[in-house]
């Protein structure tokens, strides 16, 4: 069963940084993508970054030049570095694996930005 765990979430003040980390209970080579979602409150979950199998990024245009996204397939670990946070940032943060028929999240943990 494949689990996922986020952490590194907490409170911030804008202009400063998180680095949030997702450890898979799986190897995370075999998916297609890693990626980090959010959700804030009143508004649909949204794609933050992902990192597709070969390596190729994609980013909201939002967080392009503020966050970076990598994995480590020897550590099963995805990471998010959060950097310049904005207090529009704030949400709920999850992580999500897409394999070739499934989808898998993690239970997600919370940014707070406060300006």
């Known amino acids: 069963q494949v689990q996922l765990v986020e952490s590194g979430g907490g409170l911030v003040q804008a202009g400063g940084s998180l680095r949030l980390s997702c450890a898979a209970s799986v190897t995370i080579s075999t998916f297609n993508a890693m990626g980090w979602y959010r959700q804030a409150p009143g508004k649909e979950r949204e794609l933050v970054a992902a990192v597709l199998r070969f390596g190729t990024r994609n980013y909201a245009d939002s967080v392009k030049g503020r966050f970076t996204i990598s994995r480590d397939n020897a550590k099963n670990t995805v990471l998010l570095q959060m950097n310049s946070l904005k207090s529009e940032d704030t949400a709920v943060y999850y992580c999500?694996?897409?394999?070739?028929?499934?989808?898998?999240w993690g239970q997600g943990t919370q940014v707070t930005v406060s300006s």
């Open positions: 999500n694996a897409k394999g070739t028929y499934d989808d898998y």
